[in-house]
Nanobody, 124 residues
Framework: QVQLAESGGGLVQPGGSLRLSCGVS????????VAWFRQAPGEEREFAAA????????HYGDSVKGRFTISRDKGGNTVYLQMNSLKPEDAAVYYC?????????????????WGRGTQVTVSS
């Protein structure tokens, strides 16, 4: 069992930056991928980024590549999403999710553990 809790959402102006945090607890994470997804009103949940806990391999969705960076706290159990050059279309509820597998997945049904989400609003 894994529990996840997001924090760090808020209101930011276009072009600004924000860092989200995901506190992860429960099972040892060495066999997990941890990912960030986002969901805007009326839209499907979209993959943003993922990190493999053991190797710190990362993968990004096309819409955030080059602007967002996923990382983890080496001494603890926190995953971060640094978001730069934010655009109005980045506004969404951002969810942290975990998947027990050695293989990357970018579709929500393949993640078995989810946090409750944190709202990001990008507006002037």
């Amino acid at each position: 069992q894994v529990q996840l809790a997001e924090s760090g959402g808020g209101l930011v102006q276009p072009g600004g930056s924000l860092r989200l945090s995901c506190g992860v607890s429960g099972s040892p994470l060495d066999k997990y991928w941890v990912a960030w997804f986002r969901q805007a009103p009326g839209e499907e949940r979209e993959f943003a980024a993922a990190i493999k806990w053991s190797s710190e391999d990362t993968h990004y969705g096309d819409s955030v590549k080059g602007r967002f960076t996923i990382s983890r706290d080496k001494g603890g159990n926190t995953v971060y999403l640094q978001m730069n050059s934010l655009k109005p279309e980045d506004a969404a509820v951002y969810y942290c999710a975990a998947r027990q597998s050695s293989r990357l997945a970018v579709t929500p049904p393949l993640y078995g553990y989810w946090g409750r989400g944190t709202q990001v609003t990008v507006s002037s």
